[in-house]
């Protein structure tokens, strides 16, 4: 199936749309056919970054999510649920969550992506700060295994039913033996950032956020439960 109507050429980006409430979305295109082109766009960005939810959880997938990182140069962060997904020592890891969840220094970082790879996570409320996070311009393919879930949230992303591990190993399969670095000139990580991250953990702001996260992390626990 051609997915000349879904892809990024067909994106057209608005910065100040914020997530909405779900949606059903068209389907998806084939996965090796998806796999080539977040290949190609991955390979090819100023600015990749890997954003990875609870459903990249599990021994297989993680590993893969990491080898994909370090073969395409991607900044990596995640959804609360999602931590653990990434070493948090790992030197391109970035933070979890977007946006606002992030400490000024890190969300300059984050914000200058180009394009993003969104796998496993609904981009619902916790994720998306609270609805406060904006939608990133540039490339966003979102990849989930619930068909009503990949774009639900982000207007103009490319939508790819699948799950996890069988993603991320075809979306290997599709790189090959590809492989581009991130400049060290860019990468621009939390370990770049000791004291800020230090200070914003430590900060009201984080706390309030804190207390918020931890309530609406059972709530999307549950969700991915049943």
Same mark, same amino acid.
């Given at each position: 199936? +051609?997915?000349?109507?879904?892809?990024?050429?067909?994106?057209q980006?608005?910065? %100040?749309?914020?997530?909405?409430?779900?949606? &059903?979305?068209?389907?998806s295109?084939s996965?090796?056919a998806?796999? #080539? $082109?977040?290949?190609?766009?991955?390979?090819?960005?100023?600015?990749?970054?890997?954003?990875?939810?609870?459903?990249?959880?599990?021994?297989?997938?993680?590993?893969?999510?990491?080898?994909?990182? $370090?073969a #395409?140069?991607?900044?990596?962060?995640? #959804?609360f649920?999602?931590?653990?997904?990434?070493? %948090?020592?790992?030197?391109?890891?970035l933070?979890?969550?977007?946006?606002?969840?992030?400490?000024?220094?890190?969300?300059?970082?984050?914000?200058?992506?180009? #394009?993003?790879?969104?796998?496993?996570?609904?981009?619902?409320?916790?994720?998306?700060?609270?609805?406060?996070?904006?939608?990133?311009?540039?490339?966003?393919?979102?990849v989930?295994?619930?068909?009503s879930?990949?774009?639900?949230?982000?207007?103009?992303?490319?939508?790819?039913?699948?799950?996890?591990?069988?993603?991320l &190993?075809?979306? &290997?399969?599709?790189?090959?033996?590809?492989?581009?670095?991130m400049?060290?000139?860019?990468?621009?990580?939390?370990?770049?950032?000791?004291?800020?991250?230090?200070?914003? +953990?430590?900060?009201?702001?984080? +706390?309030?956020?804190?207390?918020?996260?931890?309530?609406?992390?059972?709530? %999307?626990?549950?969700?991915?439960?049943?």
């Amino acid at each position: 199936e +051609s997915i000349a109507n879904t892809g990024p050429s067909a994106i057209q980006p608005d910065s %100040e749309t914020r997530a909405q409430a779900p949606r &059903m979305n068209s389907p998806s295109p084939s996965l090796d056919a998806a796999c #080539t $082109e977040v290949a190609n766009a991955l390979l090819k960005s100023d600015r990749p970054r890997l954003h990875l939810g609870m459903g990249v959880h599990g021994h297989d997938s993680t590993s893969l999510a990491l080898q994909l990182a $370090e073969a #395409t140069g991607c900044l990596v962060s995640t #959804t609360f649920s999602g931590k653990g997904s990434c070493p %948090e020592t790992h030197p391109q890891w970035l933070w979890a969550g977007v946006g606002p969840a992030l400490p000024p220094a890190l969300r300059q970082v984050g914000d200058a992506c180009d #394009t993003w790879l969104i796998i496993g996570a609904r981009m619902g409320e916790l994720a998306s700060a609270h609805y406060q996070w904006r939608r990133p311009s540039g490339n966003i393919f979102h990849v989930d295994i619930e068909p009503s879930v990949p774009g639900a949230n982000l207007a103009g992303a490319v939508p790819i039913v699948s799950d996890a591990t069988g993603f991320l &190993m075809a979306l &290997m399969g599709a790189i090959g033996s590809r492989r581009r670095k991130m400049p060290q000139d860019r990468l621009k990580t939390a370990q770049d950032h000791p004291k800020t991250a230090q200070e914003a +953990s430590q900060s009201p702001q984080a +706390s309030i956020g804190g207390r918020r996260q931890r309530r609406s992390l059972q709530i %999307e626990s549950n969700r991915y439960s049943k």
